[in-house]
């Protein structure tokens, strides 16, 4: 019975069956009209199909199927939905570039199976582990030539009562998804959307504020750090216990460690009470050992003796094993109070069953199997594929702390809603190393405009995370992003609900709203969060000249506002904002309604350290003249899922211009009911970017109390106490329209570098940015620009010049370098001259030091007397500044030798940087090297072993010797990396390593 119960919670829901009328068979080969931009193509050498639900199409049935026409002559099929053209040859085996083809019109393109997928806007990736920067992502599901192709021909199916899985049958051997949706990139997500499932709606408090660190915590430590936020008036929402909670001595764990927590759930009533929720970290890769409380219980239930010293082995496909592993271990844990689970993967990447990916179905299951409790599910795990957007929360995994890991994370987390998976949460801060205090206050202001804003670090004692343990202006700033972060809570949470609701992700990349802007797609530091903000996090350091920072942002059409400030910019045009460590920059576009929670848990009471507490029945709503506009403003109870039975509310709410200069704000009655709301609300209404009014009134033209702040240029007006199924109307009135008439300022030219170093083949280098001024009116002014590029790679320089006459719009200059051979490091830059009259301007753009050496060495193991050629690219790298590193075998030897060749093309002094995961000794030119300094860590795998800098140390031209004698570790694998750097720290260019 409890095994059937637990099969019924996980049976996953959907109609794999598509309507009959979308269905055209023809021998081998079956088309189905799913809409008329999404097309199945399957072809079966036996004739027969598979109607079984993969994880990526749960549901193919559609009450109504869309219009189309199908015209055949004996030779050829064509199949016509309007938006899309299929031509088949038939009887002539599976598909390929010489039968099929389809023809998307809304882009002019014709596709042909095998055609490269060279204008995919990607999708995401399982895990951001090793990496430091950009990395290569996967395919999404739009494309700028239109079309993006879904293979799901290898995966596994569900069983036909959708409860648990099974090997593809033989007979389906391509079973693919065409997507031609053009450039309409929001309708094809929210489409797949049905087929794919919903998006859950996240629970309320995922949106708070988290903790999180790799660290042997006790329970009166973790008291400690709870009552240390609220000293510090900061908010904490959301608890993560690292893997230390566990018996020790295994990565797999399921008891308390009772020397750290020696009364469960006492602390975890503790956490409860102080409105914490708590969440514990798995790897389940390891099974289920005799030192756990639950082992007997297991092994009865897997009717296996319960032998000591014999493990049970994790066999989450066996549904047998799958039932046991959450009604013993698990559920016991859960009923403690634990609120949900941190899947850190580990359990590698097949199973039993032929296809079955165990992360993806470790997601399935324990987001399924969480509504027992009847709360909303919510898992924290990596991404597992196409159809894993049904199991948020991401976990994006160990990252390097530093700036260019942080200046990857804005394209990283908004080009995932091209798959539908937009709940990501990054370690916020890095996971290794120390971060410097300004680079900290970047991470926590992204983390706070990022779907998850939780602080993150590994095990070491430099890696401080703790806000209050940096300096004053750092814990400000922090404090002050929390602030903002708590203030948007409501806008984010309806985002969320819109996100359920229509498959679109909260951060979604610019080209979804203005697709046919060449601009929208030059810009992925920044990122529509949800449907009336831009958010352009800081992600580089402040001139250390001037201590300013800035960041490059486009505007699109149209009229935006800063947040913070309440300037006005009138786009398209792309604008360089400046500002200090307090600045996070936010734009809101004209007309919109943002509501906002106050800032205290009671109306002039202290901070609210909870989402909790955040008064529900009052509400800030900032309206942004300049444009009609409304917002539908969605409320529930935030945990249960009482919403799909109807306990929510919606509050329209329009800002409408009342003449030429007036503006009215109206709250409808609400629409549906949820019993813990309350039936009353008080509002702050605040108008941005105007002048003193004349008068405010409500709809009876009774006087409502207003102030006005001629510094920030905003009117505040107050709404007494309303039942919130009343309808309210404010309006407010100036003596002119000048008054409500958005003001901006002039701004010079500047050049935006966007370098690319992942390692996914890029055929460009990256691209450069030129912005001309523009004038108080927002009309550009001409100028020249003249651009010096520089190249740097082993033995030659090449130097290229560009000039632009009358520069009057942005333009965009690919880097005209492609990438130099595997073994050769390189560089690139380029100075920039803009002349206007007989002012000129000039910058220098730098961009990434690419493949540094050394990669190409003599390996000789202990015992042998012949060397062999050894390269250092068997360590995948997902970024092309990542140093080399070398993996070698411990079957072969326990220690070795490994020898370089180097060729400097001029006298140099440098260092050498090296790591191993063992003892190393580092000789140059028969010389050993003594001494060395320990160094911050690298990014790539250098990172989790410590790096020791030799030199610096005079080397003349010529060719030089480097010797590594090297001893394996005890244990784990055996890797060691040496890196040239110059006097400033940086990989040494003009060098060739053989």
């Known amino acids: 019975m409890e095994q059937n119960d637990f099969l019924e919670r996980i049976r996953l829901a959907g109609n794999p069956h598509a309507h009959p009328l979308a269905v055209v068979v023809r021998g081998h080969v079956r088309f189905t009209v799913l809409t008329a931009r999404l097309l199945r193509l399957e072809w079966s050498p036996s004739g027969v199909f598979t109607d079984a639900a993969t994880f990526a199409f749960p549901q193919r049935h559609s009450a109504a199927p869309p219009a189309f026409t199908v015209r055949e002559d004996g030779e050829q099929i064509w199949i016509d939905t309007g938006a899309l053209r299929l031509t088949y040859r038939l009887h002539s085996g599976c598909f390929t570039a010489d039968n099929l083809t389809i023809t998307v019109p809304d882009t002019a393109t014709t596709w042909r199976p095998g055609q490269p997928a060279t204008d995919n806007l990607g999708g995401t990736r399982r895990t951001l582990d090793d990496t430091g920067g950009d990395v290569p992502l996967e395919p999404g599901l739009v494309a700028r030539d239109g079309w993006a192709l879904v293979d799901d021909s290898q995966g596994v199916v569900f069983t036909a009562d959708g409860g648990w899985v099974q090997a593809r049958p033989e007979q ?39 903790w999180s660190r790799f660290w042997p915590y006790s329970a009166d430590d973790l008291h400690q750090l709870v009552a240390d936020f609220a000293e510090q008036q900061l908010p904490l929402d959301v608890l993560v216990v690292d893997m230390d909670w566990h018996t020790p001595g295994h990565w797999t764990g399921y008891s308390w460690n009772h020397d750290l927590f020696p009364d469960p759930a006492a602390f975890l009533a503790a956490m409860h009470a102080q409105g914490l929720r708590v969440t514990l970290n798995l790897h389940p890769a390891e099974g289920v050992h005799p030192h756990e409380t639950a082992y007997a219980d297991v092994a009865a239930a897997l009717s296996q003796p319960a032998t000591a010293g014999t493990p049970i082995p994790f066999r989450i496909a066996d549904p047998a094993f799958a039932a046991a592993y959450f009604r013993h271990l698990h559920h016991p844990l859960e009923d403690q109070g634990v609120d949900f689970w941190w899947i850190d993967w580990q359990q590698g990447e097949s199973t039993e069953i032929a296809g079955l990916d165990p992360l993806i179905w470790l997601n399935h299951l324990h987001f399924t199997d969480a509504r027992r409790r009847g709360q909303r599910p919510l898992l924290f795990s990596r991404w597992g594929g196409l159809g894993n957007h049904r199991y948020p929360l991401g976990f994006s995994g160990d990252t390097f702390g530093g700036w260019a890991t942080l200046a990857a994370l804005p394209h990283f987390t908004a080009t995932a809603a091209n798959v539908g998976f937009g709940w990501w949460s990054h370690d916020i801060g890095g996971h290794f190393g120390a971060v410097e205090p300004e680079l900290f206050v970047r991470w926590v202001q992204f983390g706070a405009l990022s779907p998850c804003l939780r602080l993150h670090a590994t095990k070491d004692p430099l890696g401080e ?89 486009w505007l699109p059409p149209g009229t935006w506002y800063r947040f913070d400030t309440g300037a006005a910019l009138v786009g398209p045009r792309w604008e360089r904002v400046a500002g200090d460590l307090t600045t996070m920059p936010l734009f809101v576009r004209a007309g919109a309604i943002i509501p906002l929670a106050t800032a205290v848990s009671t109306r002039h009471g202290p901070p609210a350290l909870h989402l909790a507490d955040i008064p529900a029945e009052h509400l800030e709503l900032r309206i942004f003249p300049g444009a009609d506009g409304t917002f539908r403003l969605y409320e529930d109870d935030g945990t249960t899922e009482d919403y799909q039975r109807g306990a929510c509310e919606w509050t329209t709410i329009t800002s409408t211009a009342d003449g030429a200069s007036a503006r009215t704000l109206r709250i409808a009655p609400v629409a549906g009911y949820c019993p813990t709301l309350p039936a009353i609300r008080t509002y702050t209404l605040t108008f941005v970017g105007v002048t003193a009014p004349q008068e405010v009134c409500d709809g ?42 958005p003001r901006q300022a002039p701004s010079p030219p500047f050049a935006h570098l966007s370098a690319h170093a992942a390692a996914d083949g890029a055929a460009t280098l990256g691209q450069v940015l030129l912005v001309p001024p523009y004038a108080a009116d927002g009309q550009a002014d001409p100028c020249d620009v003249a651009l010096i590029w520089r190249h740097s790679h082993a033995q030659s320089a090449t130097k290229i010049v560009q000039t632009f006459r009358d520069l009057s719009a942005a333009t965009l200059v690919p880097v005209p370098f492609t990438l130099a051979p595997t073994l050769q490091p390189q560089q690139w830059s380029c100075d920039v001259r803009f002349t206007a009259g007989d002012e000129q301007r000039e910058v220098v753009l730098r961009g990434p030091d690419l493949q540094p050496p050394i990669q190409s060495w003599q390996v000789r193991y202990d015992g042998q007397t012949t060397w062999t050629a050894f390269r250092a690219d068997l360590v995948p790298r997902t970024n092309l500044t990542d140093p080399f590193t070398a993996l070698l075998a411990t079957e072969q030897a326990l220690t070795a030798e490994a020898t370089a060749a180097i060729d400097l093309a001029e006298a140099t002094t440098l260092s050498f940087d090296t790591w191993a995961s063992g003892p190393l000794v580092i000789t140059v030119d028969g010389a050993t090297m003594d001494g060395g300094t320990p160094q911050p860590t690298l990014a790539g795998l250098a990172r989790h072993w410590p790096v020791t800098r030799f030199g610096p140390h005079p080397l003349t031209t010529g060719r030089h010797i480097i010797s590594v004698q090297l001893a394996a570790p005890a244990s784990g694998p055996w890797l060691f990396g040496v890196l040239l750097v110059d006097a400033d720290g940086l990989p040494l260019m003009r060098v060739t390593a053989t």
Not at 475 to 501: G, K, S, W
């Open 172 to 210: 389906s051997v391509q079973d693919w998804y065409f997507f031609g949706y053009g450039h309409a990139y929001s309708e094809a997500l929210a489409e797949y959307t049905h087929f794919g499932g919903a998006v859950p709606l996240i629970p309320r408090y995922v949106l708070g504020i988290w």
């Open 465 to 553: 995370r703790r806000p209050w343990a940096f300096p004053a202006p750092v814990l400000a700033a922090a404090r002050q992003a929390f602030a903002l972060r708590y203030q948007l809570i409501p806008y984010l949470y309806t985002m969320a609900r819109h996100t359920h609701d229509q498959g679109i992700a909260l951060c979604r990349p610019m080209y979804y709203a203005y697709p046919d802007h060449e601009d929208a797609y030059a810009a992925p530091g920044q990122y529509l969060l949800g449907d009336d903000l831009i958010a352009a996090p800081i992600t580089q350091p402040a001139d250390p000249a001037t201590g300013v920072a800035t960041v490059d942002v």
């Open 700 to 741: 009876a033209e009774q006087p409502l109390a207003w102030r006005y702040d001629q510094a920030t240029q905003r009117l505040f007006v107050t709404v007494p106490a309303t039942p919130k199924d009343a309808p309210f109307t404010a309006t407010a009135r100036w003596a002119s329209a000048a008054a409500i008439s």
